[in-house]
């Protein structure tokens, strides 16, 4: 019964999956859609392959921005959180200004950026930095602040320090709001390296999609965003992943 | 009566300020002598401030006013981290940690409190079998039953092996025939282990059965209204208890102390 539903629940995508790129593919050609509008799903995946020397030096351009920059922004993000929580002092002085960066829409800081670090890896990693960081400093302040009173009075009762407390209570109590902050940090980070590329520089994936289009390349286009869809969905694998491998029990 | 390990004199709690116009006194003066391998059990109505009490007892919190007295020493309002040691808090609900197995759970308690070698790791093994779980030591909490869950609970409170153990009503979650089987293993391992122990629970048949002297508070804020000494030899606490005449008339006297306190 159970392997059953395994099957199935591994089915079910697959399925879906070559029907709605059938529908695709059947729409453009009955209709005869020309291909600079929208290209058939086959042609893509063809210039996928075909093509792929040509992106390859982007696809890792994009992956290398994306990935380093969420993997500051985790510890930076818990590392804020930990303090804020911790220190009312240290709320009161840094609050307004997470706001400020969660409230302003990033392209308005892309340009001043740009004058400040120029183009390159650094500048786009920062930019990636600072706006996926906020989620995680949301969502682990709200892991730290909703611990139970009672798991508090239980370390209290063993004597345990504050730093012990913090490593084995607060942090695993956390845990999963953390997951929830660090999900979404992915999303963010691809997200912004992608509109960066698309207003800087020209190398990383967005770059190539605004070349590709502007010369009405749609299908070369077309296969650029798949494989940002692809770099997604690496990334939200990994997370699963560790996700499960760190949380392995019920509250 | 045996040595005095504990006392706490004239012990009050507040909280708010008058200022802030949320004062509010739970414990106004609570006194008491325990003596080494006493059982206390404290009753009292829901809300009249027995969680607080143990809290001030367990090292959780200090009290505003009084002072304790551990083993001959004056140790003012708190317990200080030094002598945490030598309690352990059994809390209303289990209060376990789901990421951590049985063992898992009584072990945190020996890493923090810096009890390392392998007489600590054989005390684990030891603390569930006296509870009965240790065919459950690698099991994690959401896969035990509310009763096993306390147990693990009580058995974490003793695996540091302290002198005196603080239980706010164990059994106070579980159903009634659980309830009643679990309050036969708390007499069982008050026999074995000889700790001290003080006890809140809500019911007055379990009252007499487990304790050796029981003080029943006022409602908030509390002072202690009478004091009750549990005559019955340990020998008779069993299951036939019920039976006994000075446990009857025992009854008696506490349910229609309890009443007119309502
Ligand atoms: N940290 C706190 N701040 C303010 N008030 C508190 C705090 N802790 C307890 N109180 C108050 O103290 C009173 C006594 O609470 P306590 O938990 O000690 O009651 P209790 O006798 O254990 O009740 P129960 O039998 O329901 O567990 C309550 O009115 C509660 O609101
Ligand atoms: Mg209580």
């Known amino acids: 019964m159970k392997k059953k539903n395994k099957l199935i629940s591994f089915l079910a995508p697959v399925v879906s999956f070559l029907l709605i790129f059938s529908l695709w593919e059947i729409a453009c050609t ?13 042609e893509i995946f063809r210039s996928m392959v075909v ?65 400040m670090m120029g183009f390159g890896l650094n500048m786009r990693i920062t930019t990636v930095v600072i706006q996926s960081f906020a989620v995680i400093n949301m969502n682990a302040c709200t892991g730290f602040n909703n611990v139970p009173t009672i798991r508090r009075e239980l370390m209290q009762s063993m004597g345990a320090d504050p730093i012990k407390t913090y490593l084995k209570m607060t942090l695993p109590s956390a845990a999963s709001d953390i997951f929830t902050g660090v999900r979404l ?23 190539q999609i605004i070349k590709y289009s502007q010369y009405l390349k749609t299908t ?31 509250e | 009566m045996g040595n005095q390990v504990f006392s706490v004199k004239s012990i009050a709690k507040s909280f708010g300020s008058e200022k802030d116009g949320n004062y509010m006194e739970v414990i106004h003066d609570v006194s008491m002598d325990i003596a080494e391998k006493e059982f206390i059990v404290i009753l009292g109505n829901s809300g009249c401030g027995k969680s607080t009490f143990l809290k001030i007892l367990g090292g959780i919190e200090p009290a505003t006013a009084g002072s304790m007295v551990l083993n001959g020493r004056d140790i003012g309002t708190a317990i200080p981290p030094e002598e945490l040691r030598r309690f352990g808090f059994v809390f209303q609900s289990n209060n376990l940690l789901p990421w951590r197995t049985a063992e898992g759970n009584l072990k945190l308690m020996l890493q923090i409190m810096k009890l390392k070698g392998e007489q600590w790791n054989k005390r684990i093994d030891e603390m569930l079998d006296i509870v009965g779980l240790l065919d459950y030591k690698s099991v994690y909490p959401h896969e035990l039953s509310g009763g096993m869950k306390q147990r693990v609970g009580i058995a974490r409170a003793l695996v540091h092996d302290p002198d005196i153990l603080i239980l706010d009503q164990p059994l106070g979650a579980l159903d009634a025939i659980t309830r009643k089987m679990l309050s036969y293993e708390i007499l069982n391992i008050w026999k074995k282990t000889q700790k001290t122990i003080i006890m809140v629970t809500n019911n007055v048949d379990e009252a007499i059965l487990l304790a050796s002297r029981i003080f029943v508070f006022s409602n908030k804020p509390a002072v202690i ?14 299951h036939q208890i019920g039976q006994n005449t000075r446990y009857n008339q025992l009854r008696e006297e506490i349910n229609e102390i309890v009443r007119a306190a309502m």
């Not at chain 1, 351009?61 to 959180?81: C, D, K, Q, S």
């Not at chain 1, 940090?185 to 770059?207: D, H, K």
């Open chain 1, 51 to 115: 093509d792929f020397p040509e992106f390859w030096p982007h696809i890792l351009v994009t992956f290398e921005v994306v990935l380093m920059g969420f993997l500051i922004a985790i510890p930076v993000g818990l590392l804020l959180a930990s303090l804020v929580t911790s220190f009312p002092l240290v709320n009161a002085a840094l609050s307004p200004y997470i706001t400020f960066l969660v409230t302003t829409p990033l392209i308005s800081l892309i340009p001043l950026l740009m004058l």
């Open chain 1, 185 to 207: 940090a992915a999303i963010f980070a691809t997200t912004t390296c992608i509109s960066v590329e698309y207003n800087a520089g020209n190398t990383g994936l967005g770059s």
């Open chain 1, 30 to 42: 009955v209709n005869e859609v020309p291909t600079w509008f929208l290209p058939k799903p086959t």
């Open chain 1, 220 to 250: 070369q286009s077309f296969a650029c965003i798949f494989y940002v869809t692809i770099i997604g969905l690496i990334m939200y694998g990994l997370i699963s992943f560790a996700q499960k491998k760190i949380i392995s029990w019920k």
């Open chain 2, 225 to 238: 209204t009478h004091e009750i000494k549990v005559d019955i030899p340990v020998e008779e606490r069993n």
